[in-house]
């Protein structure tokens, strides 16, 4: 392999993985969708234990949004100008998934022992929210920047992966998309 066709293939995994970890992201959503589910028809796991589910999930999103908005954003705005526009959008979703995780996180910590229909009803309304615009949020993120990423050479990436194309295993340790 030329170290043309190298490079080419090493960037078209930026946006590739950028599509990876939404994918992981949306996986993690509807398993917490699941586990709240299943705690209010009172067969799945412990307050405590679908808090610390939440708090891994919101952790994820919010990590790879920072990441997103401290590296990839000015990255992109510096060298595709015409995309400042779309990139403001973005910060924007992302301000407003931050205060979707907050009033879910706030619900979840108040959470009974035993489940009941009215707490049910407003933390599957909070989950169905947030779920609406983090779907949204990426389907016009991926239309909009991945042939960007693809098309992008940033040489510190390639050095050390940024947080917003990181997922975490099982055990807890971040690494890139497989």
């Avoid at 709240?36 to 999930?57: N, T």
């Amino acid at each position: 392999m030329n170290a043309h066709s190298e490079a080419g293939s090493r960037l078209t995994a930026m946006g590739t993985q950028l599509l990876e970890v939404h994918i992981w992201l949306r996986e993690m959503l509807e398993d917490l969708q699941d586990s709240v589910d299943d705690y209010f028809d009172g067969k799945g796991l412990p307050p405590r234990d679908l808090r610390a589910h939440c708090l891994s999930f919101c952790t994820a999103l919010t990590r790879h949004h920072t990441g997103e908005d401290k590296g990839a954003f000015p990255a992109i705005a510096e060298e595709f100008p015409e995309l400042r526009k779309v990139l403001s959008d973005l910060r924007t979703d992302h301000n407003q998934l931050d205060w979707l995780l907050g009033n879910l996180q706030k619900l979840l910590e108040s959470l009974p022992e035993k489940p009941d229909p009215a707490t049910a009803a407003k933390v599957r309304e909070e989950v169905t929210a947030l779920s609406a615009v983090m779907q949204t949020h990426f389907i016009y993120e991926e239309k909009k920047l991945i042939s960007v990423l693809n098309s992008m050479d940033v040489p510190e990436w390639r050095e050390n992966r940024p947080d917003f194309l990181l997922i975490d295993d099982e055990d807890g340790s971040r690494t890139s998309p497989p």
